[in-house]
């Protein structure tokens, strides 16, 4: 019993070194990208989510409608895919083109030409992580894993062993193509959320969802 008891705690101690280490990847600022000159640390960035960004003074409610360019997969150097295959980019790439087209269809009428009153978005997939098989659920309910997703859950972090997804987003005005806001977001489930750790992209599917939203809010 006492083995038991002492291995037991050895394992809890072990979690606790690991699952902070299971948190994912830090976002860069992608040196690909067309607004990479523009985009600095995000000093108002309190969840880390947002680390950079450019923005320049806009009034969004005189945009009535939008252009959403095709979704790019980023293949620069500094692009951060962890583990992720060729075939589940595509598969988040036209994730993406469909949460953000659903989302912004609530705010803005669709256009194919440029016009007045008229944004262009540019969204660029650049990194991603998977959930970690059957190890991303069973954290959430054994004690190391439950005390430290509880902890994230409340501070708005990332869970253990949970996938993520990392996207760029560049908004021009469509008649003039001047770059009207530009960054870099990474976006994840709550850390109790267990339907997201199920499935190896289940959870930057949700991220996915949450950047589509958090977008339109930005153009309110």
Do not use: H
Request: a neutral charge; aromatic letters at 8%; charged letters at 15%.
């Amino acid at each position: 019993m006492k083995t038991a008891t002492t291995g037991s705690k050895l394992a809890l101690a072990l979690l606790f070194i690991i699952l902070p280490a299971c948190a994912g990847i830090t976002p860069a600022a992608y040196s690909g990208l067309q607004s990479s000159s523009y985009l600095t640390p995000n000093s108002a960035d309190g969840d880390g989510r947002t680390p950079y960004r450019y923005a320049s003074p806009v009034d969004w409610r005189s945009y009535n409608s939008v252009i959403l360019q095709p979704v790019i997969i980023y293949g620069g150097a500094d692009q951060q895919f962890d583990g992720v295959s060729d075939e589940d980019k595509q598969i988040l790439a036209s994730s993406m083109r469909d949460k953000f087209t659903a989302a912004l269809s609530r705010r803005f009428a669709f256009v194919g030409e440029p016009t007045p009153n008229t944004l262009r978005i540019r969204l660029t997939l650049t990194g991603a992580s998977t959930t970690t098989p059957v190890l991303g659920t069973l954290s959430r309910f054994d004690l190391a894993g439950g005390v430290y997703n509880g902890v994230q859950a409340v501070r708005g972090g990332e869970g253990a062993m949970t996938g993520a997804v990392i996207f760029a987003v560049e908004i021009y005005d469509a008649s003039t193509s001047t770059l009207l806001a530009a960054y870099i977001e990474k976006q994840y489930p709550n850390a109790y959320n267990i339907s997201a750790s199920l499935g190896a992209l289940a959870a930057a599917q949700v991220g996915i969802e949450k950047g589509a939203e958090r977008l339109v809010d930005r153009l309110r």
